[in-house]
Each structure stands twice: as C-alpha cells, then as structure tokens.
C-alpha cells in the first residue's frame, strides 16, 4: 500500500543533543510537510517542501532544519533540543502544492522526548 | 485569515448515541474542508472531505456537509461505537492550497 512512513515511532534524546527524525512516502508526491503537535493542541506546520523548494513558516525556530534528498526522502533535524520540543512530529504529503482540493496524507508520526 | 473554530471536548457518549461535532469556518475564496481522526499515539487518518459547497462527505457512517451560508462542516454519526474513541480534528485548506488550518480537535470517548 502507498503510504508515508516515519521512523522511529518513538525517539529519546537529551537536551541539546541533535536528533534527525525520518519520513519517506510512497505516494510520489510532490509535496512535504512537517507538523509540531504538543500534546492536546492542533498540529502546527513547521514548514514544507515542494519538490526541492522550501518554505518556512515564519514563527519556526531556527533549530529546526529539515533536507529532502529525493522524491520520497524528508528529515527533520532538530539542532538542539530543548525541553520544550518534546512533541509528537508528524509528516504530511499532498500530490501538488496551491490545489485546495488536495487531500493531505499523514503518516502515523513520531513522538520525540527530551530528557 | 483563514481559520476554523471547533467545539470543544472532551465529549462523552455511550454506545450507539448520536454524534454531533461543531466546526466553523472562516476563509475567503473556496476552501476545502476536512475531518482528520487521531487514534492514541498515532499520526491524523483522514476521516472525510468536501471541496465545494453542499457536498457531503461520508465514511465509516461519519457524515459531515459542506454549508456554505452557515460556513460549517459539522461531523455527525448517528450510532457511535466504542472503537470511534479518538480526536476529531476539523481542518481547512484555502485557495491558496499551501496550509491546512486546523482546528484545536475534540476529544470523544465512547463508553459501553
């Protein structure tokens, strides 16, 4: 089945140790994005990729980077964690960019931990 | 800017009750709308959708229309089961397309 993977599911790291989280898709979409979501809160966009285009969203610290090496490759690095990143991370993707009636396909997320 | 307003949980119900879900949207344009489902520990599953005024999204028996004059998408059941227990997220996609605006999720536990 087409789908949007994440890997690991759960991920502990210490403060201020670099941590990359990891999502690839099957679906050959154009378009990547990555959501913070803190717990009992909407998710968050932290910025996305069309193609090799990347877009941040405004208010995304700067400690968080993202690369998309391919079509179906996209990591999140986070340079230095702080307590506060501890959150579920989820990948998104959608066939184009700008179309409304796109439909946007998560994958089941990754849940980081910082001690 | 775009937005969606959500009713707020947690909501309780028993098995087999009717539900219903509040979601307003405020958007400019055409939107599309979405209800996205988070089970515990798990990423959002699309739920349903609707791209055009008076459409009606439906699966798994969820049913939500797209109503323009009340601009709400409003997600109902009419026999909830236990296993329905999860998050309902209400999210918005503008013409613009580049970002889902969603809402802050209700919270539904079903009870035997």
């Known amino acids: 089945d087409a789908m949007v993977i994440q890997n690991p599911r759960y991920q502990v790291t210490q403060f201020g140790k670099p941590v990359t989280l990891s999502c690839s898709q099957t679906?050959?979409?154009?378009?990547m994005y990555w959501y913070q979501q803190k717990s009992s809160q909407a998710p968050k966009l932290l910025f996305h990729?069309?193609?090799?285009?990347?877009?941040n969203e405004a208010d995304t610290p700067d400690n968080f980077q993202s690369r998309r090496p391919n079509t179906s490759f996209c990591f999140l690095d986070i340079r230095s964690p702080g307590l506060g990143d501890a959150a579920m991370y989820l990948c998104?993707?959608?066939?184009?960019?700008?179309?409304?009636?796109?439909?946007?396909?998560f994958g089941p997320g990754t849940r980081l931990t910082v001690l | 800017g775009d937005s969606v307003t959500q009713m707020e949980g947690p909501v309780t119900l028993s098995e087999e009750a009717f539900l219903t879900i509040n979601c307003t949207y405020t958007?400019?344009?055409?939107?599309?709308l979405f209800w996205y489902v988070q089970y515990p520990g798990e990423g959002l599953q699309l739920l349903l959708k609707?791209?055009?005024?008076?459409d009606k999204g439906s699966n798994k028996g969820f049913e939500a229309t797209y109503r323009k004059e009340t601009t709400s998408f409003h997600l109902e059941k009419g026999s909830v089961q236990v296993s329905d227990s999860a998050v309902y997220f209400c999210a918005l996609r503008g013409d613009t397309g580049n970002q889902f605006y969603f809402g802050t999720g209700t919270s539904l536990t079903v009870i035997p």
């Open positions: 679906l050959n979409h154009n378009v």
């Open positions: 609707a791209t055009k005024a008076d």
């Open positions: 958007a400019t344009g055409y939107p599309s």
């Open positions: 990729y069309y193609d090799k285009d990347f877009n």
């Open positions: 998104a993707t959608s066939k184009r960019l700008a179309t409304s009636t796109d439909t946007q396909y």
